[in-house]
């Protein structure tokens, strides 16, 4: 099965036909495709691991979806994926996800950078128990180097997850994905860290990086503040989005307590010292609305957290029972073959009978 209409992304495979999906995001990598792909043609056929390469082109303008198609008429573990226009690395990622069909999920970038020879030491951590296997990065990457150490620095710093690359290849296991929040643009890069907030054992292993021989780098340093925004943000949402009334209600309570001891203060000062202050009156009244506001925000927010766990479970649930349902369909197609075949060697009998009485 190859697809490549625009946006395809089923939301459930039927049933998982393949042992491992390896998702290739690709935007204007039309010389990298071929030899990528026959990097991976040369690795399942030495490994025979059983996989499935799903190739997203995110709306590139060069011949990176022909190649790409081409190179599918080929090769039946290669599926082609595109988007209309260029959605960005995490919906490419999202698009992928959704329509793979493996137990284990890949993100393997197309700029050959990495090679594909190090997929089966991926796997083998995961087929060794833990849930998330990140690439560490062996080799030189200029500025991006130090870059890559800021991040991965602060990183560990705030989220404690001991592993030295957050932003490298990843491999996975289904569950984890389908765990995950909905991500926003570059919240790929932050998926190892709610995983490990979820509980989900996490490892890595080293990974040969390489220069980039074709096409540019995607790297640019506006995505500098940008990662850095997205990683206190990605925090707040770690640490608080689950009890927000520990950090609005904190809030809230400091905010009463100033404006008690301002208040505290101006009462001084107009009794004891026979000076009063009238804007000390606005500020105790700011600081008390203020606090008020802050606790009530909290329990708001600890409201939509309660509603949003309740359609988390009723999708989980869902989703088990398409899968109940797949499976009865599979079940109930495979024991009609037997009936079908017993119909059909009755039906020359049932006729042979019928023609002495029509002589």
Known sequence: MRESRPGYAPRRPDRFARRISIVVPAYNEADNIGPLVDKFAEMLSRTRLPAEVILV?????????????????????????????????????????????????????????????????????????????????????????????????????????????LNSVKAFRREVYYDMPTLQEGWHRYLVVIAAEKGYVVSEVKVKLHKRLHGKSKFGMLRIPIGISDLFSVKY???????????????????????????????????????????????VMLLAFAGIASIGLGFLAESLIYVQEEVGRLRRLEDKIDRLADTFAHF???????????KQKREPDSGASRVPQQQ
């Open 57 to 165: 082109d995110d709306g590139s303008d060069d011949q990176t979806l022909s190649v790409a198609q081409q190179a599918a008429r080929r090769f039946r573990w290669l599926r082609v994926l595109s988007h209309q226009r260029n959605r960005g690395l995490t919906a490419a990622l999202e698009t992928g996800f959704n329509a793979a069909r493996g137990r284990y999920f890949v993100f393997w970038p197309a700029d050959l950078q990495y090679m594909p020879e190090d997929i089966p030491k991926m796997i083998a951590k995961l087929d060794d128990g833990c849930d998330v296997v990140c690439g560490w990065k062996q080799g030189r990457y200029g500025l991006k180097r130090l870059v890559s150490f800021i991040y991965n620095m602060l990183s560990r710093l705030l989220f404690g997850v001991k592993v030295h690359d």
């Open 237 to 283: 949402r770690i640490s608080f989005m689950k009890k927000p009334l520990l950090f609005f209600g904190s809030l809230g309570m400091l905010l009463l307590i100033l404006g008690f001891l301002v208040g505290a203060g101006a009462i001084y000062m107009r009794v004891v010292l026979h000076d009063g202050y009238r804007p000390l009156l606005n500020l």
């Open 332 to 342: 109930k197609k495979q024991s009609r073959g037997p009936d079908r075949d017993r």
